[in-house]
């Protein structure tokens, strides 16, 4: 154990990482807007009575929870292309595995959130006149997004870490700027360590606030 | 003969609030001990004062001649293994049951004789067996809990204590939790136990069963021990206003004339 | 419009399914270990003891808020350096996943023990009990049975995740799909058929866990209530 840490040769650099907390950044914020809009719609489809249109929400929904996310980004940056003819950068194949994949794991929340509320609620909002769309909007939304809150802030953390999977396909975000450092300055033990507490000062204060959400709202499943 | 259970100038406070404020009790053996007084007033605390499921702050607890814990230094130091030991000697019944869900009600019984006092399987299921015949519950012993109605399981959680033989019986509130056409079983099974000689000390809301079967009640009001006697005296003829008070808010009980 | 053709990729199906026995191999080992290390964490963390707690705490946080990418990287690439021992990828895998998923595993595990109904504890202790005795014989077998389902969802995520290795060339499954894609010229064939061999793994996996979990709940109390 007699290493002799030089955390200078990572700083040095800042101005690398720099530009992969951006794309991490980037990653983070895309995946998450699209990834919990799309699984606020996909949660509703998989709630809807009809099968023609329950079914094949379901189907997406096993599909992209059980398989792993870096098969879906390698499968959209190497197969897509092909089956489609189109390019997909490194960027578009990280985004639309991620992406995909967090509305199909915050479908399940949705869902989950939507059918905790009692039937008595949809009930009074039937009875004093509300269409099924109001009901949803103005009586039970805003009553499961509390009981949501937890879940949907741990899937927060997950998009955030699952983001260091586009290094995969080059795409310079946290990861990646460091993988770059390590090779010119041959610092892996530093780069890393740097990378490692970068995420841990980012995301501890999230998941300690995930754990107050759960004593304020109840328990989270994720 | 000495007592079955002494308590001196007991006190307990969970950090600023002082909930025992000097308790003295004696226990004789063989003796049906009923405490009584308003909710908040000390009696569960002391009734797990007496079998250390809380250490007291200060005072001391004597189980038929025997100290508990050593004095050092002007204090009473407990060691966890000792009162582990303890406990053993003294049988313990919760108003919520506790039994064990995972385990048949057969096992339920076992686990304590087994696990603790290290009895073999089979004497450990002979002694399970006969103290659920003692209960009148011999033929649930294979089923689970669960099955069980709540006066069924406060009976099992009383066989429970008794397989331990235990020198002393701890009741808190047993009959509280329970819905009012099955508290009458259970109240039967704790008077034969009191008929049989078996030393109980019970907090109960049950002014009937205090008045047939108790042979002391003490009342307890904000951690001290306000009245105690005879049930036909502290019950009949109160001292104080307090229990007078106390014992007309429980104006659905009647005492015989 | 693509021409699809799996004869390539059939035809080298046993490279795919040495990956898979490798993949299995990893996820098995890092479950093994994994486990009763985060009970340990977990207890720790419950333990009384202040410095025990608080370094339980921190390992749990810190595994559970570094990317498990980042974690691999640094027990193969700056481990071996900084103790200066030899490591492999499979070694340095196993080490990674099994702290990784037992720092999860801790919090099922605290999870499902605070679950346990306090009249538990009371009641094994009024029976003589030693707290190390009531965990285990009382405690942790109710607490178990109401972890399986989260315990299952946790176990899938580790198989996801051990797909990571391949990024530091151990031959597991997704490390054969990107030698059998570059090889084929087939990357849409591969990683389709890659995609549905995992699909079916955790299908089967989960499977597994269910029957497990309703064979519980039907002896005695289970975790349906
Ligand atoms: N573990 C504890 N921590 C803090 N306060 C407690 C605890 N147990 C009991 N108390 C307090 O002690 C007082 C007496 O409680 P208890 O002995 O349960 O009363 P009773 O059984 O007569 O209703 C109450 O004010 C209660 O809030
Ligand atoms: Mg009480």
Redesign the interface.
């Known amino acids: 154990m007699n290493h002799n840490w030089n955390f200078a040769s990572v700083f040095a650099y800042w101005e690398v990482l720099a530009v992969g907390l951006w794309g991490t950044l980037v990653l983070f914020v895309i995946c998450t807007g699209l990834g919990l809009s799309g699984g606020l719609i996909m949660g509703m489809l998989r709630y809807s009575k009809s099968r023609w249109v329950n079914y094949p929400a379901r189907l997406y929904v096993e599909v992209f929870r059980n398989t792993p996310v870096l098969v879906q980004i390698i499968w959209f940056f190497f197969a897509l292309p092909v089956l489609t003819g189109i390019e997909v950068t490194p960027f578009l194949a990280a985004i639309l595995g991620i992406t995909l994949n967090t509305i199909a794991f915050s479908a399940e929340v949705f869902r989950g959130g939507i059918q905790s509320i009692e039937r008595e609620q949809w009930e009074a909002g039937k009875a004093i006149g509300m269409s099924y769309g109001q009901t949803m909007r103005r009586v039970i939304l805003p009553q499961a997004l509390k009981r949501m809150l937890p879940p949907l802030t741990s899937r927060g953390i997950e998009v955030f870490k699952m983001s260091t999977l586009a290094s995969v396909v080059a795409y310079p975000e946290t990861l990646q700027q460091a993988k770059l450092i390590a090779s010119y300055e041959y610092n892996p033990i530093e780069a890393y360590t740097v990378v490692a507490l970068i995420f841990f000062v980012v995301l501890l204060p999230m998941v300690q606030l995930t754990y107050v959400l759960e004593r304020r709202f109840g328990k989270s499943d994720a | 003969m000495t007592n079955a259970v002494e308590i001196r100038e007991l006190h307990k406070s969970f950090g600023d609030l002082e909930v025992l404020k000097g308790i003295d009790l004696d226990v004789a053996q063989g003796e049906a001990v009923v405490l009584l007084g308003s909710s908040g007033s000390g009696k569960s605390t002391l009734l797990r004062c007496i ?1 250390f ?1 809380e250490e007291p702050t200060s005072g001391r607890v004597s189980l038929n001649g025997d100290l508990i814990g050593t004095e050092q230094g002007g204090r009473m130091r407990y060691r ?2 000792d009162l ?5 000697r ?3 019944v ?1 108003q ?9 009600v057969l096992e339920n019984v076992m ?2 004789q087994v ?3 290290g009895r073999s399987k089979a004497e450990a299921k002979e002694k399970a067996m006969a103290q659920l015949a003692r209960v009148g519950l011999e033929e649930k012993a294979p089923e ?3 099955r069980l109605s709540g006066g069924q399981k406060q009976r099992v ?1 009383i066989a ?2 008794l397989a ?1 033989d235990p020198e002393v019986m701890l009741f808190d509130e047993v009959t509280s939790a329970l819905d009012p056409e099955l508290v009458g079983e259970v109240l039967k099974t704790m008077r034969q136990l009191a008929e049989e000689g078996m030393t109980m000390v019970c907090v109960t809301h049950e002014i009937g069963f205090a008045y047939h079967v108790a042979n002391k009640v003490c009342f307890l009001h904000q951690g001290q021990i306000l009245e105690q006697g005879a049930p036909q005296v502290v019950l009949k003829t109160p001292e104080t206003s307090r229990v007078r008070e106390f014992l007309e808010g429980h104006s659905l009980f009647k005492l015989p004339e | 419009m693509h021409e699809w053709d799996f004869a390539a990729t059939l035809a080298d199906m046993d490279l795919l399914l040495l990956g898979l026995w490798n993949t299995i191999q990893v996820f098995v080992l890092a479950l093994a270990f994994g486990v009763p290390l985060g009970l340990g964490l977990a207890l720790g963390r419950m333990s009384r003891t202040p410095v025990l707690s608080q370094l339980c705490s921190f390992v749990i946080e810190f595994f559970r808020t570094t990317p498990p990418l980042v974690q691999l990287f640094w027990f193969f690439f700056a481990l071996p350096i900084l103790i200066s021992v030899q490591m492999t990828p499979f070694v340095a895998s196993v080490l990674t996943f099994s702290i990784q998923s037992s720092a999860f595993f801790a919090e099922i595990f605290r999870g499902g023990i605070n679950s346990i109904d306090k009249g538990q504890w009371e009641a094994a202790k009024a029976i003589g009990m030693t707290r190390k005795a009531s965990l285990r014989r009382i405690i942790l077998p109710q607490a178990v049975k109401r972890m399986i389902p989260a315990f299952a969802e946790r176990s899938i995520e580790l198989l996801k995740t051990t797909t990571l290795i391949s990024t530091v060339s151990y031959a597991d499954l997704m490390f054969q799909a990107n030698e059998l894609a570059s090889k084929t010229f087939r990357p849409l064939e591969v990683y389709t058929v890659v995609a549905v061999m995992y699909f079916f793994l955790i299908l089967v996996f989960s499977q597994i866990t269910i029957l497990l979990e309703y064979r519980l709940a039907k002896s005695g109390e289970g975790t349906m209530r």
Request: proline share 6%.
């Open positions: 079998n499921m966890e293994s582990c030991q303890l406990r053993t003294i049988g313990m919760f919520h049951f506790n039994l064990f869900p995972h385990k048949t686990e304590g696990i603790v006092l689970y809990p669960a959680a429970r204590a331990m």
